[in-house]
Nanobody, 123 residues
Framework: QVQLVESGGGLVQAGGSLRLSCAAS????????VGWFRQAPGKEREFIST????????YYADSVKGRFTISRDGAANTVYLQMNSLKPEDTAVYYC????????????????WGKGTLVTVSS
């Protein structure tokens, strides 16, 4: 059974940092895109960042480029999202997801999802 488990969310002041983790189990993700989405209250889910497990290529939404960094640890089967210079508008539930295709903006093609971790950025 494939599981993606997010951790690392919490409350942080604007300008601060958090690191989210996505621990994967149940299969290898070679050839998969593993990424992060977020959903703020009253808004649609949106793509944040993804990494191709095999090549290590990374992609970011314009809203987080230069502030967030995605990485992976193959030995730990874990993907990380380092979030710096956080803003109140980054407040959302952050979800980890995996799929064999490059993620669309809402992640509708992703095969596996975690349950999410809440990030709250206070002003």
């Amino acid at each position: 059974q494939v599981q993606l488990v997010e951790s690392g969310g919490g409350l942080v002041q604007a300008g601060g940092s958090l690191r989210l983790s996505c621990a994967a189990s149940g299969r290898t993700f070679s050839g998969y895109f593993v990424g992060w989405f977020r959903q703020a209250p009253g808004k649609e889910r949106e793509f944040i960042s993804t990494i191709h497990w095999g090549t290590g290529s990374t992609y970011y939404a314009d809203s987080v480029k230069g502030r967030f960094t995605i990485s992976r640890d193959g030995a730990a089967n874990t993907v990380y999202l380092q979030m710096n210079s956080l803003k109140p508008e980054d407040t959302a539930v952050y979800y980890c997801a995996a799929g064999t295709y490059y993620p669309d903006p809402r992640g509708s093609g992703m095969a596996y999802w975690g349950k999410g971790t809440l990030v709250t950025v206070s002003s």
